[in-house]
């Protein structure tokens, strides 16, 4: 079905046609529509076109009002203060556009598909192999999945990218010690669980660690071994598979666990650019946009410099001829832009490498990889914080495991829901109180500004009362339980109705659905969709205290509101989906 278009989009057109009606030379001007609190939306613009056109603003206003045709879409329109303009419109159009909303046949609510969608690659969630995910994995994971679905939502091609930390010296250090231990991974009584395999893991990198440090011969040998797996060795190069295949079961029972899909074409880690490295060093050094510094290959910045007042170079190659981070993200950014063709590249990684990845980019413009076609951006995110406002620590000072941490969400909401229900079984309980508790932990990620730190409290996560998806999911499921119990009535929609006042706010603000959609993606920005379901919540409980549906005055009234319900719901759904939560029917 074709996209529907918003009564935001009408009105504006509608002004703007009056305004070149009234001031020819103001053609194409924007009339700066707003909602507004003194009427169903304020236009701004005229004050600004008054001013340039030497005009009175109230008189070009007035001007403006008497080109603008009401009846169909816009009731009314009067002139306040210097040359505002007030915008009413009519309950029908309110009703009628919902209806077409409702009646695409697709479920997407008449957002459109973008015009010209482009090829964005999304790097997010990057754990690291034989390590655990802790609290700072849940950001990127969490963000960079909620942009994928606004992204794939408005039409965009999505790349997704897991850059999963699977290379380095660790990895000779733990071959080493497999090889001269080799039943230490062994898994008693074939198939293991996620957590357990990374707990053998992680039982192996601390043995490999203590040999490491306390055995001068061995730490020779896991070097030596480092060499070998960089050489391609068919046997070091099996070792390391079986790490990187024993680390992925885990990622994939964490990832399962928050509820997102992660794919294995779409984990592509460091190891994946090896093949590349002393290429994109050729290509930097033979541009002259990397030189050699101390034996080192380098990129210089004129305004980066450490506390000393000297330049702080990027270092693409070690002197010893190793590569570090930089050569791996540039050879990243060739392959994502020359062999996906991508025209946006869009990193979700933790603030404190902003400035890794403003040199990294500016080598990568440097050297025509990026350019006014190709974009790199970096949507850095803040830190965990604590009840205290520290960064979030165990009792005992350590970093908290991102599956205790997802364990006790479940295990708070699932007693929430326990409270609250009525007729749900113990399996259904369980399965809510996931639902519930992962939920809360996006929501509460998603609806701060990604770039700002927030507090992790789960004692205000599953509460019912306040910016909370908890609120949320129970408003979807008290609709739900209202058209259950609406029984043979079904919801439709009568354009021919008055509303009342709560009807009218919920029904433009349901209406700004697809243009909350548009601005979350192209920003980036989930907390933007967080904010306007939150407020879709709040108009739909103050409709549902001020409105009775199942005992309204009419039967037309009872199915109009029914509709409204409805469409409220579907809305609360997809929203809640591009955020990645669940919405339950009952709760």
């Given at each position: 079905m074709a996209s529907v278009t918003s009564l935001t989009a009408s009105v504006h057109q509608r002004l703007a046609s009056a305004l070149s009606a009234a001031l020819p030379e103001a053609a194409g001007a924007d009339p700066l529509l707003r909602r507004s609190d003194r009427a169903d939306y304020q236009a701004n613009g005229i004050l600004a076109l008054a001013k340039k056109a030497k005009a009175n603003p109230r008189e070009l206003a007035t001007q403006v009002v008497a080109q603008v045709t009401t009846g169909d879409v816009i009731k009314d329109v009067e002139v306040s203060g210097p040359g505002f303009l007030n915008v009413t419109v009519t309950d029908r159009a309110i009703t009628e556009n919902l209806a077409a909303r409702a009646a695409d046949t697709d479920g997407r609510l008449g957002v459109p598909h973008a015009e010209h969608p482009g090829t964005t690659v999304v790097d997010y969630a990057q754990p690291n192999v034989a390590k655990e995910m802790h609290v700072g994995h849940l950001r990127s994971a969490v963000i960079g999945d909620s942009v994928v679905q606004l992204l794939e939502f408005t039409g965009e091609n999505v790349v997704r990218r897991h850059h999963i930390g699977d290379w380095g010296t660790q990895f000779g250090m733990l071959i080493q010690y497999l090889d001269e231990h080799p039943h230490e991974l062994d898994h008693k009584g074939g198939e293991v669980s996620g957590e357990e395999a990374m707990s053998n893991l992680d039982r192996l990198y601390k043995a490999a660690r203590k040999?490491?440090?306390?055995?001068?011969?061995?730490?020779t040998r896991a070097r030596r071994r480092v060499v070998d797996l960089q050489a391609g060795d068919p046997h070091t190069l099996a070792m390391w598979?079986?790490?990187?295949?024993?680390?992925?079961?885990?990622?994939?029972?964490?990832?399962?666990?928050?509820?997102?899909?992660?794919?294995?074409?779409?984990?592509?880690?460091?190891?994946?650019?090896?093949?590349?490295?002393?290429?994109?060093?050729?290509l930097l050094e033979e541009s002259g946009v990397a030189v050699r510094s101390e034996g080192a290959l380098c990129v210089f910045f004129d305004d980066i410099k450490g506390p000393d007042g000297n330049p702080v170079p990027l270092i693409v190659q070690k002197s010893d001829g190793g590569y570090g981070y930089a050569a791996t993200d540039l050879s990243a950014i060739r392959d994502r832009v020359f062999n996906l063709k991508a025209n946006t590249l869009l990193y979700v990684v933790d603030?404190?490498?902003?400035?890794?990845?403003?040199?990294?980019?500016?080598?990568?413009?440097?050297?025509?990889?990026?350019?006014?076609?190709?974009k790199a951006h970096q949507l850095a995110f803040g830190t965990v914080l604590g009840k205290d406002g520290k960064p979030f620590k165990t009792r005992e000072g350590e970093t908290v495991r991102l599956v205790d941490l997802l364990d006790e969400a479940i295990d708070r909401a699932s007693a929430v829901v326990r409270e609250k229900a009525q007729d749900l079984s113990e399996e259904e309980i369980a399965e809510r109180g996931a639902q519930v508790g992962i939920g809360a932990v996006k929501y509460a990620d998603l609806s701060t500004s990604a770039n700002r730190d927030y507090k992790f409290d789960l004692d205000q996560m599953v509460s019912l009362n306040g910016d909370t998806s908890v609120y949320l999911q129970y408003a979807y499921a008290r609709i739900q339980s209202i058209l259950r119990k609406a029984g043979e009535v079904r919801p439709a929609a009568h354009p021919e109705l008055e509303l009342h006042e709560a009807e009218r706010a919920l029904g433009l603000h349901v209406d700004a659905f697809a243009e909350v959609v548009a601005e979350a993606a192209t920003e980036y920005a989930p907390h933007k969709m967080t904010a306007y379901l939150y407020q879709l919540a709040s108009l739909y409980t103050t409709f549902y205290d001020k409105c009775p549906v199942l005992k309204a005055e009419t039967p037309e009234q009872v199915e109009n509101r029914l509709f409204l319900c409805d469409v409220t719901a579907k809305t609360l759904h997809q929203g809640m989906a591009l955020l990645g939560i669940r919405t339950p029917e009952r709760l």
């Open positions: 040999k490491f440090d306390s055995d001068e011969e061995f730490k598979q079986k790490f990187v295949d024993e680390s992925k079961i885990y990622f994939f029972s964490v990832f399962e666990k928050l509820d997102m899909e992660v794919r294995d074409p779409d984990i592509v880690g460091e190891s994946g650019y090896n093949d590349m490295l002393a290429e994109t060093c050729r603030a404190r490498q902003s400035l890794h990845f403003k040199m990294v980019f500016e080598t990568a413009r440097r050297a025509g990889w990026l350019n006014d076609d190709v």
